[in-house]
């Protein structure tokens, strides 16, 4: 039978020549207005031992608040900037909110349970990746979505009312859009990114995929 973790083996050697190479240009950079990007990357990394629920829920807190803050500005400048047209600081305030609250800590403890109980047991890399791309579909993007929109109705002071008719009206398209984006994204990720760092390599891809749901968010509902 083929050995099919042998192109899996390769792809992680790619990654880490890549992350090595990437290390190596840092080092090479250490020295420029005293910026060191190697002891950045140690404190993180030392962070994510220490406290990893904690740097994880920082980190979706900052990605959060940098996607809206993009969302808006294409936004605004796709309609033409005009002058007095200001960027909603407290609609970046509830992403950023909703991102160390709520992405953060459910992204932590599910991929906590998805690379451990429920797929430990499974030997064949390719199997485990598929799988764990499945689940993720299936299970975690329904309860991410409905948690992100809860989120933002608490902040908005929507209540129970807001959250229902954005659960009802937006819940259905946006899985639908989740299923589109995080599978491909979720082949890197599953596969060659190591287990620390896969939830910042998911809020680095939520650079993308938060400005579209706080785009969805922000929509009004019209009703005919």
Request: net charge positive; glycine share 6%.
């Amino acid at each position: 039978m083929r050995d099919m973790s042998t192109p899996m083996r390769s792809d992680r050697n790619a990654f880490l020549f890549w992350l090595l190479i990437a290390l190596s240009w840092a080092r090479m950079t250490e020295s420029v207005q005293g910026f060191s990007p190697i002891a950045t990357l140690d404190f993180y990394a030392n962070a994510l031992i220490q406290k990893p629920l904690l740097t994880k829920s920082l980190t979706s807190c900052g990605t959060n608040a940098f996607s809206d803050v993009l969302c808006q500005k294409l936004k605004i400048g796709s309609n033409g900037m005009q002058e007095g047209v200001k960027i909603d600081s407290e609609r970046i305030r509830h992403a950023a909110a909703t991102g160390m609250i709520w992405s953060g800590p459910v992204t932590h403890a599910w991929y906590s349970l998805l690379f451990g109980k429920l797929t430990v047991s499974i030997k064949d890399p390719v199997t485990r990746l598929i799988v764990n791309i499945i689940l993720d579909a299936i299970i975690f993007s329904p309860i991410a979505v409905s948690g992100y929109f809860a989120m933002r109705s608490i902040l908005e002071g929507a209540g129970f009312a807001g959250l229902k008719e954005k659960l009802s009206t937006k819940l259905f398209s946006t899985v639908v859009g989740a299923w589109k984006f995080w599978p491909a994204a979720n082949v890197i990720n599953f596969s060659i990114v190591p287990i620390p760092f896969r939830v910042l390599y998911m809020n680095v891809a939520s650079i993308i995929w938060t400005g579209y749901l706080t785009y969805v968010n922000s929509k009004k509902v019209t009703t005919n």
